[in-house]
Each structure stands twice: as structure tokens, then as C-alpha cells.
């Protein structure tokens, strides 16, 4: 089975940067997602990491070890709408095992 | 549609009573997952299909749930006689299935179902 371990809450200031750190243990491992999820609303997607290193998307990177099973989600000039849980989630063949989620609230 | 589409949107439902859910996937997605999502838990498997096949029933709870996907496109999620416990978000996500970013899924905004 899957274990996925991430913080429960992050707070963190409007233009700052928080990084949301993820470990797994995983029987099979295909990759690494990261997902934000907005209060009642869909999971959107916003990262897939299957090999070691930083991946950078505009203002969200996402880096993984495999050797380590660790990753974690950077977000900078952080914004109010940037508010959410954020989901990480690991894929095992067709199967994702999914974190209980961080929920990043932004201050002004 | 553009995205993946789940009807109702919330379900209010006395304890015992059967429930449908649905499910209509992005258009050329083989792929079709269930998931339910309970306050401050993760997402939760429940049921994987390949087509109409399901080679993956190993998350539904009970034998009170079961699931059905026809003409490789819309799926349904039957509950049947409800319980409190079953009070949760149950989401949605399809992919084109295969290999790489063919395994990105992408959800639904849920159905809501509450028991009372």
C-alpha cells in the first residue's frame, strides 16, 4: 500500500514563498502529483513529477527524490487566491494514493 | 464536455434509501476513477475502469456499493440502503489512460451526499 505524509495546515503572507513538503512509501511508484483543491470545488492538477529533479511551472515548482520518496510543492509571490488545499499524490500503476492535503492560508 | 461532469451536485438522503450517482467523463478518457473524500481525510479509491471493465474493485467499502460504466463514457455510483457513514464528497476524475502524462486525471467537482 501507500503512506503519504504531508503538513495539515501552512500560513503564510501575500508575495512570500511556502514550500509544502511531501514523503511517501510506496510498494510500486510511478510518479508524483500535486493538486490544489479550492473549497468545494474540483481537484485541478498541477504537477507531475516521474523523475528525479525541479520541475517549474511560473510561480509553482515541484521537486521530487525518488531515492528518498520525498517532494515537495514551492509556491512564490504568493497571492490571496492562492488559498486552498494543496493535494499530493502518489501513482502506483493506474492507482493514485492520495495525502490528506495542506491547507496554505495567504494574509495580506 | 470540456471537463468532467458529476450530477446531482449534493444528494440529501434518509438512512436506507438508494442513492445514484453520475459521472460523465472527458470525452476520449478511457480511464474512469471514484473517489470519495471525507472532512479532513484524503481522497479515498474506490473503484478504477479500463472501458466498461472495472479490473480495480478493491476500494468500495460494502457490498451496498457498486458502479457501472456503459458505452465507455458516463458511469454511474449506486449506494444502496444508506447509512450515516456514508455522508461524503464523491468525486469524479477520467484520463486517456496509458503511460506518462496519460495518467493525469481530472476531476470532477463532486457530488455532496449527506445521510440523515
Known amino acids: 500500500g501507500q503512506n503519504i505524509d504531508q503538513p495539515t495546515e501552512m500560513t503564510a503572507t501575500e508575495g512570500a514563498i511556502v514550500q509544502i513538503n511531501c514523503t511517501y512509501q510506496?510498494?510500486?511508484?510511478?510518479?508524483l502529483f500535486w493538486y490544489q483543491q479550492h473549497a468545494g470545488e474540483a481537484p485541478t492538477f498541477l504537477s507531475y513529477n516521474v523523475l528525479d529533479g525541479l520541475e517549474e511551472k511560473g510561480r509553482f515548482s515541484s521537486f521530487l527524490s525518488r531515492s528518498k520518496g520525498y517532494s515537495y510543492l514551492l509556491l512564490k509571490e504568493l497571492q490571496m487566491k492562492d488559498s486552498a488545499s494543496y493535494l499530493c499524490a502518489a501513482l502506483n500503476d493506474y492507482k493514485l494514493s492520495f495525502g490528506a492535503g495542506t491547507t496554505v492560508t495567504v494574509r495580506a | 464536455g470540456a471537463g468532467v461532469s458529476q450530477s446531482p451536485s449534493n444528494k440529501v438522503t434518509e438512512k436506507g434509501k438508494d442513492v445514484e450517482l453520475r459521472c460523465d467523463p472527458i470525452s476520449g478518457h478511457t480511464a474512469l476513477y471514484w473517489y470519495r473524500q471525507s472532512l479532513g481525510q484524503g481522497l479515498e479509491f474506490l473503484i478504477y475502469?479500463?472501458?466498461?471493465?472495472?479490473?480495480?474493485k478493491s476500494g468500495l467499502p460494502s457490498d451496498r456499493f457498486s458502479a457501472e460504466r456503459t458505452g465507455g463514457s458516463v458511469s454511474t455510483l449506486t449506494i444502496q440502503r444508506t447509512q450515516q457513514e456514508d455522508s461524503a464528497v464523491y468525486l469524479c476524475a477520467s484520463s486517456l489512460g496509458g503511460g506518462g502524462t496519460k495518467n493525469i486525471q481530472y476531476f470532477g467537482a463532486g457530488t455532496r451526499l449527506s445521510v440523515l
Open positions: 510506496t510498494s510500486g511508484f510511478n510518479g
Open positions: 475502469f479500463q472501458g466498461n471493465s472495472a479490473p480495480d
